[in-house]
């Protein structure tokens, strides 16, 4: 990874898992969307140690425990109540294509951020005192 733009390899996983609901979207019938939903697994299994990579590169060190903590805390609330926000937009719309595309929306606007977004040079993140 030293030797990558770490950006624009997480940005490509979530243009694999943005192309991966794209095909659930258009799949009429069984294959492409098995196929849609392991492109999608790959991306997931991605996701959970990507985050450090970039905390990583574009954090001071003394920040990495702190600021990886609060993306873990997101990413599990998100876990949490994700599947229940899914399932009522799908009971609200009456397909899963509502969903769906929220995902797409989320998915397409993440690796924006990564590809077009960067971390403030000169604006480090000070950790919290050691509280003990």
């Not at 943005?18 to 996701?47: E, K």
């Not at 994700?82 to 294509?97: E, H, K, N, T």
Request: proline share 5%.
């Amino acid at each position: 990874m030293d030797r990558v733009n770490r950006r624009a390899v997480i940005a490509g996983n979530f243009l694999l898992q943005a192309a991966s609901v794209v095909l659930m979207l258009a799949a009429s019938g069984p294959v492409l969307l098995h196929v849609a939903c392991v492109m999608f697994g790959l991306g997931v299994g991605n996701t959970t140690s990507l985050p450090s990579v970039i905390v990583q590169a574009e954090f001071p060190k003394a920040a990495f425990g702190q600021i990886v903590s609060t993306i873990i805390a997101i990413n599990q609330f998100t876990y949490s109540f994700g599947p229940g926000l899914l399932g009522w937009l799908r009971d609200g719309f009456g397909s899963y294509d509502a969903a769906f595309a929220g995902c797409l929306i989320l998915q397409l606007t993440a690796a924006t951020i990564l590809l077009f977004g960067s971390a403030r040079r000169g604006t480090a993140v000070t950790p919290s005192p050691a509280r003990g």
